[in-house]
């Protein structure tokens, strides 16, 4: 005859083992859905002139380990030599020769033959405060506005900065609740139109990286 003990040890066991199960099931269901950001759509060198950013959504966080290899290539016309990312609250140089406590997710991307920048505002942006961003933006000394700019999102501004025998021309815009700006650095020499169309595939590449979804 089995040992009572035995028989009592087997009655926990059995006991226990649907009550694990349940356990299991119930964690299972009630774990909340891990959200993910999609993949950045493969890269097809875009026009701002064709890019509807009106349409377009951007995530305030991270996302210049998401900007195409192939768009940093063609924006500074080489391969690029040093990278550089900064996250909201971290110590960066947020502008020539201003080293600061971020409050913007951003990235510097220098080459032999220009530098690329990229920052996206961490806090939220009104539409009144886009317009404040967008006016103060064109009072920088020597920059000029190119006659008819793409738009990049709502409340932008194109920018020409001269600097020698550089020019900067960057893009700023307000994507939803999301103030979104870029910048591109190369020979003058290259002309106002040509900077002007590189900066503008440059920043299209931006705004998909920064995007809830790849726009279809």
Not at 93 to 119: F, K, N, P, Q, S
Not at 181 to 199: F, K, Y
């Amino acid at each position: 005859m089995p040992h009572p003990l035995r028989w009592l040890l087997l009655a926990v066991v059995l006991t226990a083992l649907p009550i694990t199960a349940g356990v299991l099931m119930f964690d299972e269901k009630a774990a909340p859905p891990v959200s993910k950001r999609p993949p950045p759509p493969a890269y097809a060198s875009t026009a701002l002139a064709d890019y509807d950013s009106r349409m377009v959504a951007l995530t305030r966080a991270p996302f210049c380990d998401r900007i195409a290899d192939e768009a940093i290539t063609e924006a500074l016309g080489g391969q690029p030599r040093e990278r550089t990312a900064y996250r909201n609250g971290q110590r960066a140089l947020v502008t020539t020769g201003v080293d600061d406590i971020a409050h913007e997710y951003g990235c510097r991307i220098t080459g032999a033959r220009g530098e690329l920048r990229a920052w996206l505002f961490a806090p939220p942006v009104t539409r009144d405060r886009a317009r404040t961003l967008a006016a103060e933006s064109t009072q920088r000394g020597s920059c000029t506005r190119p006659a008819g700019a793409p738009a990049y999102g709502v409340s932008s501004v194109a920018l020409v900065c001269p600097a020698g025998n550089r020019t900067w021309v960057s893009f700023r815009g307000l994507f939803g609740d999301a103030w979104l700006s870029c910048s591109l650095q190369a020979r003058t020499s290259l002309g106002v139109d040509a900077l002007v169309d590189r900066a503008g595939r440059w920043c299209v590449a931006v705004a998909e990286a920064a995007a809830v979804s790849p726009i279809t």
